[in-house]
């Protein structure tokens, strides 16, 4: 006998009914049609810049907007929450203010809040449910809960301390290409990870936190580190494989890297006529999972 089997038409969100592709109503991690979800899983990306962006320029290392905005809309939902726990000049909570998702972010120097202040106030941002923490996230992310996503940068070690000329002038549209002036590194506290001196230590102080932070990301969702490798005492380190596996031994799962190509930054010849020396022109995006069955060690 033939059965005719009625499937249910799945329902797009009010929000997105003027955007291309279907909606699948069986979706639980975020609001984008089968089309949008399947670009953005291309494993790279080409970073992109805005002119919001030019407001972080007091910061030495920002996120460019644009690439947070697309990791937010992949791994939630409106009305979800995104937590940074090394949230500098804010760019997470003004990407997250404007999908209109909740944020808390948190950074231990008291300057970066009031940069991203400025930052929201300057470009007349609101900025909805959006909360920034002053302090360290080893403490502070005690009394943060039911997170959906998390997605953050540490300082890549000392590197800015020991290498850095500064942070860039705003100098209009080639702000990726200024010169560097100012402080170039993030602060003097001994808990902040820019200021450690052993590698190790770094890697130790960033689990500690991550293993903090897992306890506040609700089951089944998704954590992304943007890191990069950089080279300790003219040695270059495997840094990405030590933050994986660190992740991976607090329980988060490994879902994979998207690689974020920087293509304005200039070449310089580092170890030119002598000697290989590599010029880091893209930053990993690598993505966890936390599994629905994790116990905390
Ligand atoms: C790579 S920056 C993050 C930049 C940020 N993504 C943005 O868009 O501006 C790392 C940040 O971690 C902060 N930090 C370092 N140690 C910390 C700690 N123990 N707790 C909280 N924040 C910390 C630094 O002050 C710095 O602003």
Redesign the pocket.
Known sequence: MNETVKTKRPRKPKELENQPGKYDERNKLNDLTGKDWLLLTRSYWISETTTLDRT?YA?????MIEDVKKLISMYTKLGMTVL?????????LIAASLLNRNSIG????EQ?RDLFLNRANDSKLSLGNAKYIV????V?LDSVHDVDYIV?????HNILRNDSKGTRSNNGKQYRMAARDGVGY??E?P????NFDEYCDFIN?FSA?MKKAIACLKSSRYASI?ISDFTVNKQEHPVISDIVKSMIDIGYEYCGTTVLLQTVKPLYPFGYPYAYKINHHHQSIVTFRKPIDFVML
């Open positions: 972080a910061h030495p290392a920002p996120f940074d726990p090394f949230v500098g000049s804010g760019t997470t948190i950074d231990l120097n970066y302090g360290d996230s080893l502070c953050t940068s540490p300082p890549y993030y602060s506290e808990n902040d990870l820019g102080a936190i943007v």
